[in-house]
C-alpha cells in the first residue's frame, strides 16, 4: 500500500483565497484525523472521521474551517477565507477501527498563507 | 487522559543504545502507552506501544515499570537517522476509544556522529 497521500505537499496563497487540502487514506481503514502543526501550538487535532462521518469537530479552529469525508478514499479539508494565521503544517493519518491509536500519517502539506 | 513528562532534548551517540524516559504518574489501569517519532518534515511515525509487560518489535524496546507510572524507549543500536521528536502519549486501546491523540511537546533526540 502507498500509504496516506496528501496533495498538495506544499500551497502558497494570499489571504482572502480558498485553500482545499485532500487526503486518501490507506484502503481498509474506517477513521480518517486531520491534524495541524505550528511551533506555537505543536501538533493539535483539528476533526476526526469515523466510517465517513464526522465525530467530533471542536479542534476546528473556526467557521472558516471545514472537512469532509463524501466517500471511505478521500477526504477534505478546505479554509475560506484563509489567513497568514493558518500558515501551517496540515497533516492527515488514518487507522483500522479497531486499534485508533496506531495512526498511520501522510508526509503533509506546508501551508502559507501571505 | 494521563499527563506526560518528558525531557525536552537529549543527545546519543551513534551506535549506542538511545534511552528516551516518559513519566506518566497518573495512568490508569486500562490505559496503555504509545510511542511516536516525527523526523524533520515528515508525518508522526508509530514505533510502538505496551501496557504493563515489556515489548520489543523491529523498531524499539518498551520497557514500562512494575508500577507504570514511568517508561522508557529504547533504541538499542541508534542511528543519524533516528535524529527526531519523539513523543510519548498515555491512550486507552481498542474500539471503543476516539483514537484522539494528543500530542505534547515530546523529546528531540539529537544522534551524533
Known amino acids: 500500500d502507498a500509504g496516506v497521500i496528501q496533495s498538495p505537499r506544499h500551497e502558497v496563497t494570499e489571504m482572502g483565497q480558498e485553500v482545499t487540502l485532500r487526503c486518501k487514506p490507506i484502503?481498509?481503514?474506517?477513521?480518517l484525523f486531520w491534524y495541524r502543526q505550528t511551533m506555537m501550538r505543536g501538533l493539535e487535532l483539528l476533526i476526526y472521521f469515523n466510517n465517513n462521518v464526522p465525530i467530533d469537530d471542536s479542534g476546528m479552529p473556526e467557521d472558516r474551517f471545514s472537512a469532509k469525508m463524501p466517500n471511505a478514499s478521500f477526504s477534505t479539508l478546505k479554509i475560506q477565507p484563509s489567513e497568514p494565521r493558518d500558515s501551517a503544517v496540515y497533516f492527515c493519518?488514518?487507522?483500522?477501527?479497531?486499534?485508533?491509536?496506531?495512526?498511520?500519517f501522510g508526509a503533509g502539506t506546508r501551508l502559507s498563507v501571505l | 487522559d494521563a499527563k506526560t513528562t518528558q525531557p525536552p532534548s537529549m543527545d546519543c551517540a551513534e551506535g549506542r543504545a538511545a534511552n528516551l524516559p516518559c513519566n506518566h504518574s497518573t495512568i490508569s489501569g486500562n490505559e496503555y502507552v504509545y510511542w511516536y517519532r516525527q523526523i524533520h518534515s515528515q508525518g508522526p511515525q508509530y514505533i510502538i506501544h505496551?501496557?504493563?509487560n515489556n515489548e520489543t518489535n523491529e523498531m524499539a524496546s518498551l520497557i514500562i515499570t512494575e508500577d507504570r507510572k514511568s517508561s522508557t524507549l529504547i533504541l538499542p543500536h541508534a542511528t543519524l537517522r533516528d535524529t527526531a521528536v519523539y513523543y510519548c502519549?498515555?491512550?486507552?486501546?481498542?474500539?471503543?476509544?476516539?483514537?484522539?491523540?494528543?500530542f505534547g511537546q515530546g523529546t528531540t533526540l539529537q544522534v551524533k556522529p
Open positions: 484502503s481498509g481503514h474506517n477513521s
Open positions: 493519518a488514518s487507522t483500522p477501527t479497531a486499534a485508533k491509536n496506531i495512526q498511520y
Open positions: 505496551g501496557l504493563k
Open positions: 502519549i498515555v491512550r486507552m486501546h481498542g474500539s471503543s476509544n476516539t483514537g484522539k491523540l494528543i
